[in-house]
């Protein structure tokens, strides 16, 4: 065995990690494969009953609303008692609230922004101190190509995920000296309930009055998006990544992937605004 694998093999042995958003999606199906290498996964969402199918792989179902600090607290603390220490905290909680600007109350504009981006620092700041006194872990942060990129009716989400990308960055600048990984996960479309949520609410919010004629158009487009195979990628394409960033010894900071991620990002930074706005119009 050569050190390198011998290190990959030590980096992958029962490694306590939590996950939040876990009911559904990409945080689901990463208890379940993380829970199948053996690690020993707890998986987080405020819906708990959704986590039954994962009891029989060994994964510890917990009732978690992020935007609650009593609940935030009461669970990473529960887990410390149970296993000493987080090895991996993985923040996939999160939703898109799409509508307007002028339309979107300010409230669930608020709501976003609690979930998205405070709901994330609150279960840093809660794993940091035991992650420090042991100067090991990591944290994985699931942003979005919309932290890079931007479309039309989805400025609130957008802002949380702009703000995720510069928070985990000036974050690893301070916890890397503590022995702490920060990695941000980047997907594309990705092949979830996410898309026809986001559309619907669209035109919930938006389906009426000076938006209504673009809301639409948009909200048909999302949802054509999120059901073709061919401008999709499966879950499991960001579930892969996420094991593989878990299990490396130096895990990359950015993992940008899943359909349409690359070019997206790469068209934004080469042309001028203008034109990617264009180049966003013709899609949405």
């Given at each position: 065995m050569t050190v390198s694998q011998l290190m990959e093999e030590?980096?992958?042995?029962?490694?306590v990690i939590l996950i939040t958003g876990a009911s559904s999606g990409i945080g689901h199906d990463t208890a379940k494969a993380l829970a199948e290498q053996g690690h020993i996964v707890y998986g987080a969402a405020r819906r708990i009953?959704?986590?039954?199918?994962?009891?029989?792989?060994?994964?510890?179902p917990v009732k978690l609303d992020v935007t609650d600090p009593n609940n935030t607290k009461s669970v990473v603390n529960q887990i410390l008692?149970?296993?000493?220490?987080?090895?991996v905290l993985v923040n996939n909680a999160g939703y898109g609230s799409y509508g307007a600007v002028e339309d979107v109350p300010l409230d669930e504009a608020r709501h976003q922004i609690e979930?998205?981006?405070?709901?994330?620092?609150?279960?840093?700041?809660?794993?940091?101190?035991s992650m420090r006194e042991r100067h090991s872990g990591t944290i994985i942060n699931i942003s979005s190509m919309a932290g890079k990129v931007w479309t039309p009716f989805g400025a609130w989400y957008h802002a949380t995920k702009f703000a995720i990308e510069g928070f985990s960055n000036a974050l690893r600048l301070e916890l890397?000296?503590?022995?702490?990984?920060?990695v941000i996960i980047e997907p594309g479309a990705i092949r979830t309930p996410w898309g026809t949520i986001a559309a619907d609410n669209l035109e919930k919010v938006s389906g009426?009055?000076?938006?209504?004629?673009?809301?639409?158009?948009?909200?048909?487009?999302?949802r054509k998006m999120y059901q073709s195979s061919k401008m999709i990628s499966d879950p499991s394409v960001i579930t892969k990544t996420i094991v593989r960033a878990i299990n490396a010894t130096r895990p990359r900071t950015h993992y940008l992937i899943g359909f349409g991620a690359k070019p997206a990002v790469l068209a934004s930074r080469i042309v001028s605004n203008r034109t990617f706005d264009k180049i966003i119009k013709r899609f949405m």
């Open positions: 030590l980096s992958m042995t029962n490694k009953e959704k986590m039954d199918d994962l009891k029989p792989l060994g994964v510890h008692a149970n296993e000493g220490h987080i090895d979930v998205n981006l405070l709901g994330v620092a609150d279960m840093i700041k809660l794993v940091t101190p890397e000296p503590m022995g702490i990984n920060v009426n009055g000076a938006y209504a004629k673009a809301a639409h158009k948009t909200a048909k487009n999302m």
